[in-house]
């Protein structure tokens, strides 16, 4: 793929009704993209199941939710869940009287890292007893499932796994180098992606964010056949990022956070999209953009590219009500900063030649550079200073509208998809809300 495949009209739900089944394969916590996909699917009469990553007792052991955590889940969610655990990835897994990938991790320091070496047979007996155990907990779900869904009703599974950093104490103080470091702090992304460390990271990445849409996918077949053999459909929807179109010197053009390493993960995502579409199966991979969130914010400067938002709501006819959150944007900035100061750095921000230097699709997702630090993370901790308060920041509010717009926009999409993989770009984001908001 050379460039981006985004989604250009506003789309409808010509297929999910009263009755029908969404499934949440993965567990609702707080708040985040997954709300509004449920959101859609309560709003059209479907009845919402969920799954649940389980609990880890502390001798390690994953266990199914108690009585009390079912009830606070379910309550959440607002629907049912299969209470067997389906925790993806192996970085907690080992034969018995073993250790763990995350054990295995213990003895690495900061001075130490880069040369330390793993044993990779012992962690590939580790990655198979994680992909056995996902699997037949997956088998004994859809089981379960298949008693809760009558034929000829039309289902919609929900991926929303995602991540898959092992619990190292030296890989904290690493990642905050890497995506927080300037000057004598910097460390290189591509440092990390050549040790040990960082390979097996990706492994469990890989397992996490994409393996896991492919079980999902082939676990589900049996259902998928007896559903669409007495006239009901299946779909499947994923969150991917691949950079995304914003507005940058009055056109939308494609950026990126670097270095994102789950981007590896976030591409095998969209290979087994695609892999699924080819075979007949309708499952899209939806590539959103960037947007503040307890996860992400260790990417010091991936919420930049937000506040461009600001500027498409007025691009694509937002009236009143796109004016209304450039007025609410001002309000949190200090008395002496103006908002056009603030966009005006951005635009610099994305014309610098260090940022036009990333912008090379093909070579997605690029390792970081200690200049590409200094301007990134300047720049972001330039931009909050200018607020009022640190903790109410533009960016947390263009997230949420964000969040507001993606979920109708991947729900109504996937009742009649376009294609296995699409980019939901600033211009269709604020199409979504200024039609939500006329």
């Known amino acids: 793929m050379n460039s981006p495949s985004p989604l250009t009209r506003l789309p409808q739900n010509h297929l999910f009704r009263q009755g029908d089944v969404f499934v949440l394969f993965g567990e609702l916590f707080g708040r985040g993209y997954a709300n509004g996909l449920v959101n859609e699917a309560r709003q059209a009469g479907m009845e919402i199941v ?10 390690n052991a994953l266990r199914p939710l108690d009585d009390e955590e079912l009830a606070a889940a379910e309550a959440n969610l607002g629907g049912r869940i299969i209470n067997v655990p389906l925790m993806a990835g192996f970085d907690l897994d080992a034969p018995a009287g073993e250790p763990t990938p995350t054990a295995m991790l213990g003895g690495m320091t900061l001075k130490t890292w880069m040369g330390d070496k793993l044993d990779w047979a012992h962690v590939e007996k580790c990655r198979e007893i994680g992909i056995r155990r996902f699997k037949d907990s997956l088998a004994e779900v859809m089981a379960r499932l298949d008693d809760m869904v009558a034929d000829g009703r039309n289902v919609f599974f929900a991926h929303t796994m995602a991540g898959g950093i092992p619990k190292a104490k030296v890989f904290l103080a690493i990642a ?11 460390m290189s992304s591509q440092a990390l992606l050549d040790s040990d460390l960082g390979k097996l990271i990706l492994q469990n990445f890989d397992e996490v964010s994409a393996n896991s849409f492919e079980y999902l996918i082939d676990g589900s077949a049996a259902i998928r056949a007896r559903l669409e053999g007495t006239g009901g459909q299946v779909r499947y929807s994923a969150y991917g990022y691949h950079g995304t179109e914003i507005l940058i010197d009055g056109r939308y053009q494609w950026q990126t956070y670097t270095n994102y390493t789950q981007g590896y993960a976030k591409m095998r995502l969209e290979r087994a999209a695609r892999t699924a579409w080819a075979a007949g199966v309708k499952a899209t991979v939806y590539n959103c953009p960037e947007i503040r969130t307890n996860s992400s914010d260790i990417f010091v400067g991936v919420e930049l590219p937000l506040i461009s938002l600001l500027k498409a709501l007025k691009h694509e006819q937002g009236g009143e009500w796109a004016e209304a959150q450039w007025q609410a944007c001002r309000a949190l900035l200090q008395d002496d900063v103006t908002l056009e100061t603030v966009l005006e750095k951005l635009e610099a921000f994305h014309r610098s030649a260090i940022m036009q230097g990333f912008r090379d699709f093909a070579a997605w997702p690029m390792p970081n550079s200690e200049a590409l630090a200094d301007l990134m993370i300047g720049a972001s901790d330039e931009i909050v200073r200018m607020h009022k308060d640190n903790k109410a920041l533009i960016t947390d509010l263009l997230s ?11 729900f109504r999409e996937s009742s009649a998809p376009g294609g296995p993989v699409l980019w939901l770009n600033h211009d269709i984001i604020a199409r979504q809300l200024n039609q939500m908001h006329a």
């Open 50 to 59: 969920g799954i649940t990553v389980g609990r880890r007792d502390d001798d």
């Open 176 to 186: 905050n180098r890497i995506y927080k470091g300037r000057g004598e702090r910097f």
């Open 400 to 410: 949420t509208l964000v969040l507001e717009a993606t979920g109708p926009l991947m």
